[in-house]
């Protein structure tokens, strides 16, 4: 049988996974679908070899799809994301001088109180906090943090870009006092000795979005129908990566050397929410740590979107522009994700967008087929984003 193949660009994370699983089981070749990984060690590469068409499609921290088709740091080229490869998944890690500085204790922190003892720390000494990408969700949701707590970003303390199979290390070697990334590579900082994990980021986004399926707009018009299966067989190995009967094959496929090349169980801690905080310690249950294909989790919200782009006006000074709003949200396409699952079974949100951070407790949500219950999206610090008012959404903000 012909294939119709994709060569998709990632990084060594565990929520890369879902492209990996749908080639390594044949979820992608039940579909009609070819897919070859091609491993980088940065998201500026990953993003080239995309734009230039070394590849076809890539595993991409949200904001950077945004930022290249709005056309920050290059020329832009418009970007299309169909497919949300998973929510959360991301920690924040304290070197171990600066945890014990901060008091954390055997536990993940409360995002307020380790903020506070944060802040009287960033008043006696500089820190430098290390994140993969300006353009990414582990920037975004870092800086909301630290402003939240009242630490001004850029002038309190110093955020500089790190790759995520190199966190580690830069936190051995003093150069970041600590850094927000991926897994596993906060378990190999914790597991190594040289850092303490002090919060998870879904602590400070429930349900934040985070690495993507994405594309130059103009192949996925182009390729539309291989698109469609492609999605179908990503949506088949998302239900199989939360089996909770697979985890540990999950896990052992992921640490191959040419994937993660990482310990198998940091790995599949990670899968199951379990989180070792710090050295030789239990691993702490904390659940949805990562979070795919439940409550549509792989759908595109343009509100996801927008939220994201909002955080790139406010942390780098851009007038709000409604075109760039609607160009950023545009990125994101349920349009795709629609055509791909109808008649599937899959639960398809009827709206493209909604308020985030609104909901507290479990609630159903309109949908077009299937019964879609939506958990709760809260932000640690209570706010909601409307997508329909950014500007005063952004003027509310600390």
Same mark, same amino acid.
């Given at each position: 049988?012909?294939?119709?193949?994709?060569?998709?660009?990632?990084?060594?994370?565990?929520?890369?996974?879902?492209?990996?699983?749908?080639?390594?089981?044949?979820?992608?070749?039940?579909?009609?679908?070819?897919?070859?990984?091609?491993?980088?060690?940065? @998201?500026?590469?990953?993003?080239?070899?995309?734009? $230039?068409?070394?590849?076809?499609?890539?595993?991409?921290?949200?904001?950077?799809?945004?930022?290249?088709?709005?056309?920050?740091?290059?020329?832009?080229?418009?970007?299309?994301?169909?497919?949300?490869?998973?929510?959360?998944?991301?920690?924040?890690?304290?070197?171990?001088?600066?945890?014990?500085?901060?008091?954390?204790?055997?536990?993940?922190?409360?995002?307020?109180?380790?903020?506070?003892?944060?802040?009287?720390?960033?008043?006696?000494?500089? /820190?430098?906090?290390?994140?993969?990408?300006?353009?990414?969700? #582990?920037?975004?949701?870092?800086?909301? @943090?630290?402003?939240?707590?009242?630490?001004?970003?850029?002038?309190?303390?110093?955020?500089?870009?790190?790759?995520?199979?190199?966190?580690?290390?830069?936190?051995?070697?003093?150069?970041?006092?600590?850094?927000?990334?991926?897994?596993?590579?906060?378990?190999?900082?914790?597991?190594?000795?040289?850092?303490?994990?002090?919060?998870?980021?879904?602590?400070?986004?429930?349900?934040?979005?985070?690495?993507? /399926?994405?594309?130059?707009?103009?192949?996925?018009?182009?390729?539309?129908?291989?698109?469609?299966?492609?999605?179908?067989?990503? #949506?088949?190995?998302?239900? #199989?990566?939360?089996?909770?009967?697979?985890?540990?094959?999950?896990?052992?496929?992921?640490?191959?050397?040419? $994937?993660?090349?990482?310990?198998?169980?940091?790995?599949?801690?990670?899968?199951?929410?379990?989180?070792?905080?710090?050295?030789?310690?239990?691993?702490?249950? $904390?659940?949805?740590?990562?979070?795919?294909?439940?409550?549509?989790?792989?759908?595109? @919200?343009?509100?996801?979107?927008?939220?994201? #782009?909002?955080?790139?006006?406010?942390?780098?000074?851009?007038?709000?522009?409604?075109?760039?709003?609607?160009?950023?949200?545009?990125?994101?396409?349920?349009?795709? $994700?629609?055509?791909?699952?109808?008649?599937?079974?899959?639960?398809?949100?009827?709206?493209?967008?909604?308020?985030?951070?609104? /909901?507290?407790?479990?609630?159903?949500?309109?949908?077009?087929?299937?019964?879609?219950?939506?958990?709760?999206?809260?932000? *640690?610090?209570?706010?909601? *984003?409307?997508?329909?008012?950014?500007?005063?959404?952004?003027?509310?903000?600390?």
């Amino acid at each position: 049988m012909s294939l119709d193949r994709f060569r998709i660009g990632f990084v060594p994370l565990v929520d890369a996974a879902l492209p990996i699983l749908a080639h390594e089981l044949g979820f992608a070749e039940e579909q009609g679908v070819g897919i070859e990984m091609v491993r980088d060690v940065t @998201w500026a590469a990953v993003r080239d070899r995309l734009l $230039y068409g070394h590849t076809d499609a890539a595993h991409m921290v949200a904001p950077l799809a945004i930022a290249t088709t709005l056309g920050r740091d290059r020329p832009a080229v418009p970007m299309a994301v169909p497919f949300v490869l998973g929510l959360n998944g991301n920690a924040i890690t304290f070197s171990t001088a600066l945890g014990e500085a901060c008091g954390l204790g055997e536990g993940l922190g409360d995002p307020i109180a380790v903020g506070t003892a944060l802040r009287a720390v960033a008043a006696r000494q500089r /820190l430098r906090f290390g994140v993969v990408h300006r353009h990414s969700s #582990h920037n975004y949701m870092l800086r909301y @943090w630290l402003a939240g707590v009242g630490i001004r970003p850029d002038t309190d303390v110093d955020i500089v870009v790190t790759s995520p199979p190199f966190a580690a290390d830069a936190l051995a070697a003093g150069e970041v006092d600590g850094i927000c990334v991926g897994e596993p590579w906060n378990s190999i900082a914790v597991d190594r000795g040289v850092g303490r994990i002090a919060l998870a980021t879904a602590q400070i986004w429930r349900r934040g979005v985070e690495k993507v /399926l994405a594309m130059r707009a103009d192949q996925a018009e182009e390729r539309r129908d291989a698109v469609l299966r492609l999605i179908r067989a990503l #949506h088949a190995a998302a239900a #199989h990566f939360i089996d909770s009967e697979t985890v540990e094959q999950s896990a052992e496929i992921l640490s191959r050397p040419h $994937y993660l090349d990482a310990p198998m169980g940091a790995i599949l801690r990670a899968i199951t929410d379990r989180i070792r905080v710090v050295p030789g310690g239990e691993p702490v249950h $904390y659940p949805d740590f990562m979070f795919q294909y439940r409550e549509a989790a792989n759908f595109p @919200w343009r509100s996801q979107a927008g939220w994201l #782009h909002a955080q790139m006006v406010r942390w780098e000074g851009l007038p709000f522009s409604n075109a760039d709003a609607a160009t950023a949200q545009g990125v994101f396409r349920p349009d795709l $994700y629609r055509a791909a699952l109808v008649g599937s079974g899959a639960p398809l949100p009827g709206a493209s967008s909604k308020l985030e951070g609104a /909901l507290i407790e479990p609630i159903g949500a309109g949908s077009t087929q299937g019964r879609l219950v939506l958990g709760s999206d809260r932000f *640690f610090d209570g706010r909601a *984003f409307d997508p329909d008012d950014i500007p005063g959404y952004l003027a509310a903000l600390p």
